[in-house]
């Protein structure tokens, strides 16, 4: 048996379980909204985080990478792991997967991914749209134990850059958040988060900063030996300057 999983927001440079094979591509009818809740891992319940979920839209891509288990055993533990680790998403579904090389005819069918719904009746964790700038407060303020929501959010446009997506959605809401925590170009400006020294220091000096987080999924993750490295990327690159 073959076990395929659709990452498209942590998943993409975290997947935090062994895989065999790691393909970049994109599913169709889909788009990449901020619009889920984070209360156990970015946020908390009091002042819950923001991080992606999908919401059908004709004619989108979103862009994201299958990870293929295989094995009756090792699926069963990824699946364990992976409904511990999504467990406010509310559906689980099949799609269809495309690549560069076979951009309309799927090069994997039978996809699984894990989505957020946009049904408050169905999905207590759905926060829905908001203006650029209200998103990007809550972002910009909310932590939780696995740290930071923009440590989430930078990561993940970093790491959808480094798979050959710009998306222009994530990349005008990180710059809004930048301005907001006052992280300019040259890395040297993090005001009005004085808790954040460190991550200041990671910035300026084009570190990496390890992330922290929630210890029950850490103990998880230790029994699977995941191989992912756990990093924060600095700024600066030409296309997320601040405007």
């Known amino acids: 048996m073959v076990l395929w999983v659709f990452g498209y927001g942590s998943l993409v440079w975290k997947a935090g379980f062994e895989y065999d094979e790691r393909v970049v591509g994109f599913i169709k009818g889909y788009t990449r909204v901020f619009n889920q809740a984070s209360t156990d891992h970015r946020g908390t319940p009091e002042y819950p985080g923001r991080t992606v979920t999908l919401e059908p839209q004709e004619g989108s891509r ?24 999504e ?3 509310d559906v689980r ?8 090389d076979s951009p309309n005819t799927p090069a994997i069918t039978g996809v699984l991914v894990y989505i957020g719904s946009p049904n408050p009746s169905k ?18 303020t ?8 923009y440590e989430y959010l930078f990561r993940l446009e970093e790491a959808l850059f480094e798979i050959g997506c710009e998306d222009q959605y994530i990349i005008d809401l990180a710059n809004e958040v930048r301005k ?20 200041l220091q990671n910035f300026g000096g084009g570190k990496l900063l390890q ?6 999924l ?24 601040v405007r």
């Open 87 to 89: 467990f406010e998403y």
């Open 62 to 85: 979103t862009a994201g990478c299958a990870y293929r288990v295989s094995g009756y055993d090792a699926e069963q533990l990824v699946l364990s792991y992976l409904e511990l680790r």
């Open 93 to 100: 579904t099949f799609v269809d997967f495309y690549t560069d």
């Open 123 to 140: 999905n207590q964790y759905y926060l829905g749209p908001a203006p650029l700038r209200e998103m990007a407060s809550q972002i910009a």
């Open 142 to 149: 909310a932590r939780g134990p696995a740290g930071t929501n």
């Open 211 to 216: 992330d922290d987080e929630d210890a029950e």
């Open 218 to 241: 850490l103990e998880f993750e230790s029994s699977l030996k995941a191989p992912d490295s756990r990093t924060l990327v600095t700024v600066g690159r030409e296309r997320i300057t």
């Open 180 to 199: 907001i925590l006052g992280v300019y170009e040259d890395g040297k400006c993090l005001q009005d988060f004085e808790e954040d020294q460190k991550l």
